[in-house]
């Protein structure tokens, strides 16, 4: 008989190769409900969990500077190295990003997009590039058309960012705030005219389209998606929704199903991915009217603004809606967002803030709160979800017990894995580790995060502020259909990996 007892006094996990009785005297194992992982993969070459990341269009309102503080940026850079992010989405605007005086000028973004862009570039990210909106109303604007064409082929051609890989053209176009609104042959028309532009510059071959990009709620949009695969499956080499659902519809596990549908509508051949993703509550909910509380009590809160990102509960939460997200056979997230000082409410001088961040890289140099900048509670999962499920991964489907808020996933990459279990019930479940393959998996880390009140949780980290394991050099010896037995206490997330 062979026991392992990972941590300190009160760690919620206990873990047995035992057939008698498991660590915490609860029950037999093989009483237990078992958590397995499967042979079979859900998506065999994972794009991966990356970031809204871009933006800070409006430094030179708040601050009288087009970019960040050199400090800024080596702290800024610093975390996102930490998170190693697979995927980003940057959006852009021509008098953002490449119109000056209505003339073509690819310099207006030397300041933010392109250190964004060499970084992405050096990390090897794929970036999800495109543009907020259209020109034109109800046609288009060829001029603009052609300028947003000409943007692409400067940062490939003489930027030589290769890193560039799906283009968005057009966030959420369902939408009445959308420039599409609502209008899907419009949109059609739009991809069709500017890939048209694509290839006549030569860059098909290494650019795709990305859509339909519409922010669902129902599954009342499924045309949107149907109707993209049938009429444009030739230049889309992804397919991607947002989704801003409650904490019970994820919690309850019905986030899935929707999920599932989506990604049914879409090719089953190419990747499908959460373009958006975060937390939206009903306004009469109890979450709801607390967020409008916290967001009326902040200066620099704009309406659009999720003020849970300060509470411990918000990375559980999310992990539930990333790891649904890849058991519902996605390719890839976007977590909105990186940082509060990307976007404010009305694109100009306003300091009402999109708070949706991990840290407010301005907090204490224009917004009045230098523990702004902190590192948030739910930087400790989303980073990890981000870090150890590498782009190539192949993500596996797991059996999983008909436990509330209880999911997990798995990935492997060159021989080694990643083993994510969220709990974001109230509930403690006594389960076994299994899986088909029966293989050892050795040299495993352990990471822990366990949500307590407001922004108070259970979990290391060092003086970066960044994860770091709770235990170290792990092993889960699968063979012989050998089970491993230990407790998930609620409100809890972990990760275990052998991966880099």
């Known amino acids: 008989m062979r026991n392992f007892v990972f941590g300190l006094l009160g760690l919620m996990f206990l ?52 970019t960040l503080s050199e400090a800024n940026w080596e702290l800024l850079l610093k975390r996102v190295e930490f998170m190693r992010p697979p995927l980003v989405r940057i959006m852009m605007g021509p008098g953002w990003n490449y119109l000056v005086n209505g003339q073509f000028n690819p310099s207006k973004s030397e300041a933010v997009l392109f250190p964004i862009l060499d970084f992405c570039q050096a990390h090897n990210i794929t970036v999800m590039l495109g543009e907020w909106g259209h020109s034109g109303g109800n046609s288009i604007d060829q001029q603009w058309l052609g300028q947003a064409a000409d943007f692409l082929k400067y940062l490939l051609d003489v930027r030589g960012y290769t890193c560039i890989k799906y283009y968005n053209m057009v966030n959420e176009p369902n939408g009445d705030w959308s420039s599409i609104n609502g209008n899907y042959a419009l949109w059609q028309d739009l991809q069709e005219q500017f890939y048209d532009e694509v290839i006549a510059r030569g860059l098909d071959d290494r650019v795709g389209m990305i859509g339909p990009d519409v922010a669902v709620w129902g599954t009342g949009l499924l045309n949107w998606v149907a109707n993209a695969y049938l009429n444009l499956d030739d230049i ?11 904490e019970v519809e994820v919690r309850d596990g019905s986030y899935q199903e929707l999920l599932q549908a989506y990604r049914n509508a879409a090719s089953p051949t190419k990747p499908m991915i959460m373009g958006e993703v975060g937390f939206k509550y009903p306004a009469g909910s109890t979450l709801g009217q607390e967020n409008q509380r916290r967001i009326d009590a902040d200066p620099y809160a704009s309406d659009d603004s999720n003020m849970f990102i300060y509470d411990a509960f918000y990375g559980i939460d999310m992990a539930d809606a990333l790891i649904q997200n890849m058991l519902a056979g996605y390719a890839g997230a976007i977590i909105w967002g990186l940082d509060d000082a990307q976007y404010n409410i009305d694109g100009g001088s306003s300091t009402e803030l999109k708070r949706w961040g991990f840290w407010n890289i301005l907090g204490a140099d224009r917004f009045e709160n230098p ?38 996933i798995a990935a492997e990459k060159n021989g080694k894995y990643t083993i994510a279990i969220v709990n974001s019930h109230l509930t403690e479940y006594a389960i076994n580790l299994k899986m088909e393959a029966q293989l050892a998996i050795n040299g495993l880390d352990h990471y822990e995060y366990l949500s307590h009140s407001g922004s108070d949780f259970t979990g290391a980290v060092n003086n970066d502020g960044f994860p770091v394991p709770l235990a170290s050099d792990l092993s889960f010896d699968f063979s012989d259909d050998a089970r491993h037995s230990f407790i998930v206490k609620g409100q809890s997330f972990h990760l275990f990996t052998n991966m880099e």
């Open 236 to 246: 889309m080499w992804a397919y991607d929704i947002h989704t801003y659902p409650s």
């Open 371 to 408: 523990d702004d900048v902190n590192i948030r509670p739910w930087f400790y999962p989303m980073s990890l979800l981000a870090r150890y499920f590498p782009a190539g991964s192949t993500i596996y489907d797991m059996d999983l017990p008909n436990k509330r808020g209880l999911r997990a």
């Open 15 to 66: 873990l047995s190769c035992s057939d008698d009785k498991a660590g915490d005297g609860l029950e037999k194992i093989d009483e237990r409900d078992n958590l397995t992982i499967k042979d079979d993969p859900l998506v065999s070459s994972f794009v991966g969990n990356g970031v809204q990341w871009g933006g800070y269009d409006i430094l030179q309102a708040w601050t009288g500077s087009p």
